[in-house]
C-alpha cells in the first residue's frame, strides 16, 4: 500500500459527459501529479500541482482540468469525454523535498479505471 | 527532445535471468527509477540509480547504468512467476519535478 488512495475504482460513463476523479497523496507529500495510460498512449503524464499551484503541464487536454485544494487532496475533471478518454487514471504524490540529494519519489495510487461507452 | 525507449515484451524462463533495458537522451538526467506495475495495480518503485553511478545492487535485481551510451539495465536474478509485470524505465533532469517514462516492458515468464 503506497499510502495513496484514489476514488472512485472504476467509473462507467458515456460520451458527452464529466467526471471528476479524486486523490488522496500521502500524509505529508505536497507535489501530485496526475497520469493517463492507455493500451495505445502508455503513461502520459498530465499535470502536477504542488501544495495548491499548479506547477508542471504536460499532455493534457483543454477539456481536462485538476486542481489541489487546501487540504492536498486533488481532483481531475474530464468534460465531454470521448470514447477515447478511456484509460486508467493513476494519482501519484511525492515529498518534493528541497535540495535534491534524494530523489523526489513518486508513490502511485492504485488508479480510476475510466469506461466511456 | 527527451525520450526514454524500452522493448516492449521480454519472454524468460522461470529461473533465469531477466534484463530489461532503457536508453534516454537527456545527458543531464539526475536519478533514473525503475518501477514495477502488476496486473491491475498502481505503479510501485522498484530502485533508482543517481546518475554518477555505474552500478546498484539490492538483493535480485542489479540496475547498470552507461552514461555514456544513456542505457540503463535492470537484471532480475532467479526470476519467479512473481516478477510478472510491466517494468517501467524513468529519467529526472536536474531541477526538473518531471519524470520522463518510457513505455513500459512486459515481463513474461515461461515455467
Known amino acids: 500500500d503506497s499510502g495513496v488512495t484514489q476514488t472512485p475504482k472504476h467509473l462507467i460513463t458515456a460520451t458527452g459527459q464529466r467526471v471528476t476523479l479524486r486523490c488522496s497523496p500521502r500524509?505529508?507529500?505536497?507535489?501530485v501529479y496526475w497520469y493517463q495510460q492507455s493500451l495505445d498512449q502508455g503513461l502520459q503524464f498530465l499535470i502536477q500541482y504542488y501544495n495548491g499551484e499548479e506547477r508542471a503541464k504536460g499532455n493534457i487536454l483543454e477539456r481536462f482540468s485538476a486542481q489541489q485544494f487546501p487540504d492536498l487532496h486533488s481532483e481531475l475533471n474530464l468534460s465531454s469525454l470521448e470514447l477515447g478518454d478511456s484509460a486508467l487514471y493513476f494519482c501519484a504524490s511525492s515529498a518534493d523535498v528541497g535540495g535534491r540529494r534524494v530523489p523526489d519519489t513518486q508513490y502511485f495510487g492504485p488508479g480510476t479505471r475510466l469506461t466511456v461507452l | 527532445g527527451e525520450d526514454v525507449e524500452q522493448s516492449l515484451f521480454l519472454s524468460v524462463r522461470e529461473g533465469d535471468s531477466s534484463v530489461i533495458n532503457c536508453t534516454y537522451t537527456?545527458?543531464?538526467?539526475?536519478?533514473l527509477y525503475w518501477y514495477k506495475q502488476e496486473p491491475g495495480a498502481g505503479l510501485q518503485l522498484l530502485t533508482y540509480?543517481?546518475?554518477n553511478m555505474d552500478m546498484k545492487q539490492d538483493q535480485r535485481l542489479t540496475v547498470l547504468l552507461n552514461k555514456k551510451d544513456k542505457h540503463l539495465s535492470l537484471r532480475i536474478a532467479d526470476t519467479q512467476t512473481g516478477d510478472s509485470a510491466i517494468y517501467f524505465c524513468a529519467e529526472s533532469m536536474g531541477g526538473n519535478y518531471q519524470l520522463i517514462w518510457g513505455a513500459g516492458t512486459k515481463l513474461i515468464i515461461k515455467p
Open positions: 537527456d545527458s543531464s538526467s539526475t536519478y
Open positions: 500524509s505529508g507529500d505536497l507535489s
Open positions: 540509480i543517481f546518475s
